[in-house]
């Protein structure tokens, strides 16, 4: 029986109008794919441009994966968002403190999208066995395993965890954006349907 209660993500940026919003739509829009109702993604920034829409050339990107950029209004981060999230991506390291900052117990629960993307990677290598009818329940569990193998899935180069804010710096900065978070987002979303078994 799938449980109730979808898998809760949220993408975390600064102004949640370039790159959480691109994440969480393509996130959703993946998701829904794979089990419809199984997860909610949401998205919130630390220095939220409250009420405001997706910047037009993260609409474009959304759009060319087949997202929506619709019907979106961007949200300062809180501790009750967060107490309402079952894993938190956030797009820097600098993102994860300022989440951590707010609420502590989510450390374990905290990761760069880039990073998590890696962990699963690793995890995927040494075989999924899939979740069956608890979907939800198989992801609650996932944060914890993908924290245990962390070691084994370490960037190069710190900069490699972060996603570039490419607020108000043109086409190329967009461009570099998408180059860094269209992977991690793919890598996750072929995670999700090897553990639903599809």
Not at 24 to 45: C, M, N, T
Not at 113 to 131: D, I, Q, T, Y
């Amino acid at each position: 029986m799938e449980s109730p209660q979808p898998f809760r993500i949220l993408t975390v940026c600064t102004g949640n109008i370039c790159r959480s919003p691109v994440a969480e739509r393509l996130l959703q829009a993946g998701l829904d794919q794979v089990r419809p109702g199984a997860f909610e993604v949401r998205s919130a920034g630390t220095r939220a441009m409250v009420g405001e829409p997706i910047q037009p050339p993260s609409a474009t990107i959304i759009q060319a994966f087949n997202g929506s950029p619709d019907h979106f209004a961007a949200r300062q981060l809180t501790p009750k968002i967060l107490r309402e999230t079952d894993l938190v991506l956030a797009m820097t390291a600098a993102h994860r403190g300022e989440v951590l900052q707010l609420d502590a117990s989510l450390l374990k629960r905290t990761f760069t999208v880039r990073e998590f993307a890696r962990m699963l990677a690793v995890l995927e290598e040494k075989g999924v066995e899939p979740a069956g009818d608890d979907l939800a329940g198989f992801w609650r569990a996932l944060p914890a395993r993908a924290a245990s193998v962390r070691h084994l899935a370490l960037a190069q180069d710190a900069a490699d965890n972060d996603v570039i804010d490419p607020y108000r710096r043109g086409d190329e900065a967009y461009a570099q954006m998408e180059d860094e978070l269209a992977p991690a987002l793919l890598g996750i979303l072929r995670f999700a349907r090897i553990s639903a078994g599809s």
